[in-house]
Nanobody, 120 residues
Framework: QVQLVESGGGLVQAGGSLRLSCAASGSFFSIDTMRWYRQAPGKQREFVAAITSGGTPNYADSVKGRFTISRDNAKNTVYLQMNNLRPEDTAVYLC??????????????WGQGTLVTVSS
């Protein structure tokens, strides 16, 4: 089976920075687009950023200019550099990716999330 493991969350003061990592492991043929979502208590999950296998990024308007998504295909890892954090960025951040398994089926998988708390 394939799993995604996020890391890098924590408590940070407003204006500070964190870098999240999400590493894919297991049996798969290839990883396609990798994405970050976030979910705050009592709120719906929202899109944060995505990056294609070729390195093309997309960002939610709320994080443009502050967050940077990147990936290392050799390590099957996606990163989210978060700068100038705001209290409204507080959420559980979840990694998502589309991938082909070794039987050539296209699947999606979610990580369990890492908590980011931004204090004012």
């Amino acid at each position: 089976q394939v799993q995604l493991v996020e890391s890098g969350g924590g408590l940070v003061q407003a204006g500070g920075s964190l870098r999240l990592s999400c590493a894919a492991s297991g049996s798969f043929f290839s990883i396609d687009t990798m994405r970050w979502y976030r979910q705050a208590p009592g709120k719906q999950r929202e899109f944060v950023a995505a990056i294609t296998s070729g390195g093309t990024p997309n960002y939610a308007d709320s994080v443009k200019g502050r967050f940077t998504i990147s990936r290392d295909n050799a390590k099957n890892t996606v990163y989210l550099q978060m700068n100038n954090l705001r209290p409204e960025d507080t959420a559980v951040y979840l990694c998502n990716c589309g991938y082909q398994n070794i039987r050539n089926s296209y699947l999606q998988i979610w990580g369990q999330g890492t908590l980011v708390t931004v204090s004012s």
